[in-house]
């Protein structure tokens, strides 16, 4: 068995799906099915990966094109992920945040956009909003900075709130302080 596995091995040069390093197979008869070793170059995650699909829209798609080429990435899935594991961590440390914080909120949209709604949302947390800041990042893009001041959950609900609107194109939250 280990001669037919070092043959397939080196017909075949798997990779890991993950972190792309090189990668031995197991070959279980019994369920039919070949599989990945577990990855020790990532943090408890296994190189078995799940295919999944995401419908973008086609400007996104793009830039996430551009980006793959100017970064280095070596596919989408690459990109996708490491994006995920971003928005993972954030959302995960900003969840565990109580007390009183203030932090800076930026968000960007299309010009195009209904302003109306994400006016609207501003101005139902105005308890919490320090100041903003509005620019004009291109002629397609806007980008707003809300610099907020309160409690961990009112803040977790604004950017919630943000999260949910559709117009937004992209939400970063950097936690500054714990005021207590």
Not at 32 to 41: E, G, M, T, V
Not at 112 to 130: L, P
């Amino acid at each position: 068995t280990k001669k037919f596995l070092a043959f397939i091995h080196a017909l075949l040069p798997f990779r890991c799906l993950v972190c792309g390093t090189r990668k031995f197979i197991k070959f279980l008869p019994f369920f039919n099915k070949i599989y990945l070793n577990a990855c020790a170059n990532v943090n408890n995650l296994v190189c078995d990966v799940t295919i999944i699909s995401v419908s973008v829209p086609e400007k996104l798609l793009e830039r996430v094109e551009k980006s793959i080429r100017e970064q280095g990435f070596a596919n989408r899935s690459e990109i996708v992920r490491q994006a995920l594991r971003t928005f993972i961590m954030e959302s995960r440390s900003l969840k565990e945040l109580k007390g009183e914080i203030a932090a800076s909120i930026t968000i960007s949209y299309e010009r195009d956009a209904t302003k109306g709604q994400i006016s609207e949302i501003q101005h139902s947390f105005g308890d919490i909003i320090s100041t903003f800041l509005h620019a004009h990042i291109d002629e397609d893009y806007c980008l707003e900075v809300i610099v907020v001041k309160g409690e961990a959950e009112n803040i977790r609900k604004l950017v919630q709130a943000f999260r949910t609107n559709e117009q937004i194109t992209q939400i970063r939250v950097s936690v500054l302080t714990a005021l207590k």
